[in-house]
């Protein structure tokens, strides 16, 4: 019976994500092509956060979910001016970190910019994607030094390879010129739902989430940026593996 039911709250509990995430969307899509917007971005963010915070609330309340986070976690709000980096295993990860995170703007795969669910908040939100090249890094840089936090994926996509993807050294690039430290964050799960390649395969459920915060790291004044982003992907490796490095 508890299968059935969880079968049964899952594809309620994504139409109603589609639902109000399509409804949001359309509604964004409106007002960011009107004049003066731009102060709507950090509002936009909040809304967004507190719509994630209502989704993990409603999928623990399903049993759906399990979402535990470490005791530094529950401190990320206290930050700003900083880069938060994240492995990305799972679509639905992003739902979890944003409400424990100082309303960063995020960056995000630039193929978005067509997702007719997507698209007109992350515009509105002042989300920044990352197909611009090097205008993705002097944007971000703008935005830290303007107070903002960040966050991004330098995976760039939903982790294929276990235990995570080859990074890509943006990250590093614009800490280097903004000055800005890193706070690294872990997210472990044995989600199979929303992984690359399996959108709708429902084993495991109910799913599993821990998220935990690795020590900050300062820039990379002195040293390459492939080769930093590379370090940074091993410290990810250990993490993930139990520090059974692949």
Partial sequence: MKRLWLQIAFYLSFALFGCVAFGLNISCGLIASLPGKKHLDKPTRKLIEQLFRFWAFWLKTTGLLRLQVSEKVLHLRDLNEVIFISNHPNLMDVCFLLPFLPTPVCIYKGKLRRNRFLNGSAALAGYISNDKGVGTVFQAVDVLREGHSLLLFPEGTRTVTEPINPFNSSFALI?????????????????????KGHFFKREGLPISFFIDVLDPLETCADENAADYSRRVRGLYCNALTGGNTP
């Fill in 175 to 195: 800490s280097k010129r903004s000055g800005k430290k890193i706070i690294p964050l872990v997210i472990h799960t044995d989600a199979v739902i929303l992984k």
